[in-house]
Nanobody
Framework: QVELVESGGGLVQAAGSLRLSCAAS????????MGWYRQAPGKQRELVAR???????KYADSVKGRFTISRDIAKNTVYLQMNSLKPEDTAVYYC????????WGQGTQVTVSS
């Protein structure tokens, strides 16, 4: 069992920045990928960014050039640096870990005011 603990959400003005962190409760091996999803009110959960075990990354078109996903293997932590935030980025952001099972964090709210 793995627990994912997210932090770093909050309220920010448009064009501002936030950094989200997601720490796994234990050292993880042989995982497929870690990533971030988001869900806005009335919308489906969508992929924001993910990083594979080998280090390759994937981003939603809407965040390319603005968001950067990275990881610190020693700390079992994945980060999402979000720059040039827009009101449409407002959502609950969830950390995801893909292993034999899918693990999810509890979610952290990001609100971008115009």
């Amino acid at each position: 069992q793995v627990e994912l603990v997210e932090s770093g959400g909050g309220l920010v003005q448009a064009a501002g920045s936030l950094r989200l962190s997601c720490a796994a409760s234990r050292t993880i091996f042989n995982f497929e990928a870690m990533g971030w999803y988001r869900q806005a009110p009335g919308k489906q959960r969508e992929l924001v960014a993910r990083i594979a075990n080998g280090g390759s990354t994937k981003y939603a078109d809407s965040v390319k050039g603005r968001f950067t996903i990275s990881r610190d293997i020693a700390k079992n932590t994945v980060y999402l640096q979000m720059n040039s935030l827009k009101p449409e980025d407002t959502a609950v952001y969830y950390c995801n870990l893909v292993m034999a099972y899918d693990y999810w964090g509890q979610g952290t709210q990001v609100t971008v005011s115009s």
